[in-house]
């Protein structure tokens, strides 16, 4: 019997994570994950892979919107509502894609330049933007958020619990940035799971994620490493990519811990 075991959301692009408790599902994925993005003053999107100050930036709830705080500076934070009243628009790139996303605030835009020591733009993907999922794995022309290129990353417990019996010095999932944890399956069993149901949402399995350099940089720390990838390559290379963990489209609904995980 598989069980979700962990929910968890990154509002913004590349930023800290939340850990809930419930969630509703949304066919751009759970409710506000990656709803939010950094852009250069160009409109091109920023990650952690080329901006490893980013790890350092936590976001919570708070009572009107989420709270965006910066380890090194205790005590401030920024407010960033749950919705945008601007209608500021930009056009923004994020891979391949090219889409309008709404200019949040100034204000923001500065406090997050100088705590990244670079200049930013903080925007939001409101409602009437649609980003195509790949058309090679879309079923019915689905959209995804900012979220690199799908609604839902799901990972078996047992997979991490796997990779770490192999390093040196074992590694948290918040390397990996999944949404779903599940415990009770098998080491790697999400690689074959097409059809799944968790609460009253469905997903699809579309492929095994392939993984980069930002999993080898230390959440807690910022610092980068040759691990994971390293022993990852050893036995999880297919086709000149590390895989872990399974990519998901999803149908609404709404999931909580401890939920039943059905597998086919």
Known sequence: ??????????PIKSLGGIRLNNSRVQERGLQYDRRWMLVDPAGKFLTQ?????????????????????????????????????????????IWDDTIEAVHVSPTLDSRLSQWLNREVKLVAMPDWTA???????????????????????VVGQSSLDDLNSRLETPISMQRFRPNLIVVGSEAFAEDTWKEIQIGSATFRGVKPCARCVLTTIDPATGSIGAEPLK?????????????????????????????LVVTA
Do not use: C
């Open 1 to 10: 019997m598989y069980t979700l075991s962990e929910i968890w959301i990154y």
């Open 49 to 93: 892979r080329t901006v490893h100050e980013m790890s350092q930036l936590d976001v919570a709830f708070g009572a009107d919107g989420f709270l965006i705080t910066h380890r090194a500076f205790p005590g401030e934070q920024l407010m960033l509502p749950f919705t945008t009243p601007s209608r500021d628009t930009l056009t923004v790139q």
């Open 131 to 153: 980003r195509p999922v790949d058309p090679d794995y879309a079923r019915e022309g689905e959209t995804v958020s900012f979220a690199d290129g799908y609604p839902l990353l």
């Open 231 to 259: 022993t990852l390559a050893t036995y999880r290379k297919r086709n000149n990519k590390i895989l872990f963990g399974m990519n998901l489209l999803a149908r609404p609904g709404h999931v909580a811990v401890g939920d």
